[in-house]
């Protein structure tokens, strides 16, 4: 199973490179308003140590955020959160965002979730009695300035991946996610039904692959294509 779950775009993947860093700009914490020109200000030691409070908690929160990004935690979207939520679904799905990876959708609900295993998925969901139906999320870097665009179209992109898998190419179609590319490719192998959601932001190469046993793919289709169909390269 594990060579169907890896990257859903092994000749993009080709372009990888390393990874951007960055660094978080500096924030003034606490800012106290001075008195009008020419007047004293008498002491006010509630309010210092009111400031002096919230500027230790903002920067605790700060260091916690910071401490995040680096170890490529990510945090479970709120349930409020401005994702579409997918129709006729809505009690099977719960939202997710993955801030350092920079990505939002909806995963489904009760499956257990995996951390990463280099070079095949950063995150995985699988269902808890069906081991076969599972749900991934891989990004790999790709050289500064590609799109979704420059791997091909969705057709050529669905038949470089069909023959790479051994695969039946069943509809491959793209569709816009807050002005970025986002391809859809599904396949059908063996004794397998899979949904592949391809798109590039920011040097990041995005796969998610959705992978379900052939015969209960009429029973899981809804519940997998609102999966696929809410992923979103952006936050």
Not at 73 to 96: E, K
Not at 130 to 147: F, R
Not at 181 to 200: C, D, M, P, R, W
Not at 223 to 228: E, K, N, P, Q, S
Request: glycine share 8%.
């Amino acid at each position: 199973m594990a060579a169907f779950v890896g990257s859903a775009a092994s000749s993009a993947a080709a372009d990888a490179r390393g990874a951007f860093g960055s660094s978080a700009p500096r924030h003034k914490l606490c800012v106290r308003m001075s008195a009008a020109p020419g007047v004293e200000e008498a002491p006010r030691p509630e309010a210092d140590a009111v400031c002096t409070r919230r500027a230790a908690l903002q920067s605790a929160a700060m260091l916690v955020a910071g401490a995040m990004a680096g170890s490529g935690a990510a945090t479970v979207a709120p349930a409020d959160a401005a994702l579409p939520r997918p129709p006729g679904i809505g009690s099977l799905v719960t939202a997710y965002s993955d801030i350092p990876k920079g990505f939002s959708m909806y995963r489904p609900q009760g499956w257990n979730e995996f951390s990463a295993t280099p070079d095949m998925y950063d995150i995985k969901w699988q269902d808890v009695i069906q081991p076969t139906e599972q749900i991934t999320v891989l990004t790999t870097p790709v050289s500064k300035g590609k799109t979704t665009e420059s791997m091909g179209t969705p057709q050529e992109v669905g038949e470089r991946l069909a023959k790479s898998r051994k695969a039946t190419l069943i509809a491959a179609t793209e569709r816009d996610a807050e002005n970025v590319k986002v391809y859809t490719i599904e396949l059908q192998f063996g004794n397998l039904h899979q949904l592949n959601a391809l798109s590039i932001n920011k040097s990041k190469l995005y796969s998610v692959t959705a992978t379900c046993g052939e015969p209960r793919w009429s029973k899981r289709e809804k519940l997998y294509r609102g999966v696929v169909d809410s992923f979103s390269p952006k936050l």
